[in-house]
């Protein structure tokens, strides 16, 4: 099966999925795709990120970013460390990797068409809606990972959201990609526990740790023709925008630090 993984440059958590789904499926994977991480200025994202960690954890993601960006120019000469870059997990596994601005343009479409001709495509957190066309490409249709029990968590930071909300569990998801975001229909969810020790990083690692394994079981069930689906039922749905300072400050009085 030709699958093509479309995602965006973020070092924290994402390396490390993408990575144990190319080790898994490397045969298979065609080609990586990598999104603009920032859907608006970086300075505006900068500030959104202060706003919510406050100075102190806001110094320590800083000096968590800084040695990430240095250890991936250290592992462009040879990997010395884990990736921290879609590129480096690209190219540790001789995989095709496209720096594309915009997954909806027409060059885009033509050059996935002609060129690429994937039979599925797989969004670990893409960073653009994909439009009908895009949809339509592979044979197997699209689908993605999202770390919330859908239908309820939709949105954005859906482990935080969980985590201050008291939950004990949550959940990751697979489905079906449509316009609609997070609305098509599901193949997987699976539990993830929330310890009372946990950090929101903590429940960050282990969503994706349990989302990979998750995808790679859509991938087989696909794969075989096994395919099961249930509907998303926008009746449940819940939505949660991105949190702010005080939201962390919540989480915080309840034991749970976010770094």
């Not at 390396?15 to 994977?29: S, T, V």
């Not at 959201?161 to 489905?175: I, L, R, S, Y």
């Not at 005080?246 to 009085?253: E, G």
């Amino acid at each position: 099966m030709r699958i093509v993984l479309i995602t965006q440059n973020e070092p924290f958590y994402l390396p490390a999925a993408l990575d144990a789904i190319c080790a898994a499926r490397r045969d298979d994977i065609v080609g990586l795709i990598v999104l603009p991480a920032f859907n608006e200025k970086l300075t505006l994202t900068a500030r959104r990120l202060y706003e919510f960690y406050g100075p102190l954890d806001f110094l320590r993601l800083s000096a968590r970013f800084a040695w990430a960006k240095f250890a991936d120019l250290l592992n462009r000469v040879f990997p010395v460390t884990k990736p921290f870059s879609a590129a480096d997990v690209a190219r540790r596994h001789k995989i095709p990797v496209y720096n594309i601005a915009k997954i909806n343009a027409a060059d885009t479409i033509s050059f996935l068409a002609d060129t690429v001709r994937p039979e599925l495509i797989i969004s670990i957190a893409a960073s653009q809606i994909f439009r009908s066309a895009v949809l339509r490409l592979p044979t197997h249709g699209c689908i993605n990972l999202h770390s919330a029990p859908l239908p309820r968590y939709q949105g954005m930071m859906p482990n935080f959201w969980a985590m201050v909300n008291g939950e004990k569990e949550t959940a990751v998801t697979v489905h079906y990609m449509v316009e609609k975001i997070d609305a098509g229909d599901m193949l997987i969810q699976r539990s993830v526990p929330i310890s009372p020790s946990d950090s929101l990083h903590d429940l960050m690692v282990r969503s994706k740790q349990f989302g990979v394994q998750a995808v790679l079981d859509a991938v087989s069930q696909i794969e075989q023709g096994t395919v099961k689906t249930r509907p998303i039922e926008s009746a449940h749905a819940t939505y949660f925008s991105f949190p702010t300072r005080a939201d962390a400050q919540r989480l915080r009085a309840q034991g749970h630090p976010l770094l």
